[in-house]
């Protein structure tokens, strides 16, 4: 398997902006925007449904 061509896989957080819900993963993705949880620094990434605030 060939070195350095995977994304980075981290901790960030998922927030429903309807409901203000968090959610703390593992995911790839990245974001500029941070949201401290729990006294961690995490990348945040805003959702505008999930299911905290999908019927």
């Known amino acids: 398997m060939k ?3 995977h994304p980075q896989y981290q901790a960030v957080v ?3 902006l309807g409901s203000g819900d968090t959610f ?3 995911s790839t993705v990245t974001s500029d925007k941070t949201i401290e949880l729990d006294g961690v ?6 959702v505008e449904i999930s ?3 999908h019927p």
């Open 3 to 5: 070195t350095d061509i």
């Open 14 to 16: 998922f927030r429903d």
């Open 24 to 26: 703390l993963t593992r």
């Open 41 to 46: 620094e995490y990348p945040v990434i805003d």
């Open 51 to 53: 299911s905290a605030s």
